[in-house]
């Protein structure tokens, strides 16, 4: 992709197809590369220290591949009780989980990086930011966690629920400073942070 002169590279280091059309909300010109890391979460590691490393390390390591953009590294951690609750990736795991959820809160942990790869002085090249989603799940018998799991099959989302489709419809509240967080990336935050690194906003508009 060629960047116009005035814009910096923006690069999206995800694989997610849900990131990616959040960022193009923003209408900026930006690409993806996909960062090869291990995303297991360390033994005895805090859920949001999980989301917070995890963000961190996948923008790092996109700047190695890209070192004078600016790259986002996003990642999620959804916690009921404490305990780290990860993407089902089947029918009978997201069951397992919206039974465990279901009439109670679960905290979703979205944690943001911006790596500026133009700044020459290392300590001031990382934002990085968690964003707290609280959501209570509505109390739904085993029928009809089922039926919404065969109609919008959520295997590849933490907690098994997509806000942005049928998934709402199993949620009783949610509680966020920033809208999209939940989705997996947190827009207000993200342009909190570009515009502190001096990103041109709105520079093509007539």
Known sequence: MT??????????????????ELLSRLAL???VIVPAIDEAPWANELPEQTALRLAREKAQAVANIAPDALIIGSDQV?????????????????LEQLQRMRGRQVIF?????LFD????????RIQLQNIQTFVRFRDLPDA?????????QPYD????????????AILENIDSSDPT??????????CSMLRQVGYPFFSGAV
């Open 29 to 31: 010109p930006f690409e």
């Open 157 to 168: 989302v933490a907690g098994s629920a997509k806000n942005e489709g049928l998934g709402i």
């Open 78 to 94: 959804a916690t009921l009780d404490g305990e780290q609750i990860g993407k089902p990736g089947s029918h009978a795991k997201a």
């Open 3 to 20: 960047f116009p002169a005035n814009l910096p590279r923006l690069i999206l280091g995800s694989s997610s197809p849900y990131r990616k």
């Open 109 to 113: 942990h979205s944690a943001l990086c």
């Open 144 to 152: 009809e966690l089922d039926a919404y799991l065969r109609i919008e």
């Open 117 to 124: 790869g133009r700044q020459s002085q290392p300590e001031l």
């Open 181 to 190: 967080a939940l989705t997996g990336l947190p827009l207000i935050s993200l």
